[in-house]
């Protein structure tokens, strides 16, 4: 149930504009630090998920990986692996939703 919650305010969040999506765009935000939430697909490739791992955990911005990519395409309307949440309410909403 929260799952579902978590993709509908991603999707809220799309609609809000207050995401990046894609690997180049969401880096770019990790290094300008603006991003305050990183998505990553549970099922994105090993160099992927190592290049986004690694500059979150540099610049000490919150990452999940609890989606697939399917199920982040479907809640944002893209296709996408990787997403950055620009606002943080929305981070702190969609960390409590997960994380519990």
Do not use: C, H, W
Not at 7 to 18: E, F, Q, T, Y
Request: hydrophobic share 45%; net charge positive.
């Amino acid at each position: 149930m929260n799952r579902t919650k978590a993709l509908n305010m991603l999707g809220l969040a799309m609609r809000a504009g207050k995401l990046v999506t894609g690997e180049e765009m969401t880096l770019k935000e990790i290094r300008n630090e603006k991003a305050a939430l990183i998505i990553l697909a549970s099922d994105a490739g090993k160099n992927t998920q190592k290049k986004i791992k690694d500059k979150s955990s540099y610049y000490e911005i919150p990452l999940l990986d609890a989606f697939s990519t399917d199920e982040i395409s479907a809640a944002i309307g893209k296709p996408r692996m990787v997403i950055g949440i620009l606002d943080q309410g929305f981070a702190r909403k969609v960390q409590e939703l997960i994380l519990g």
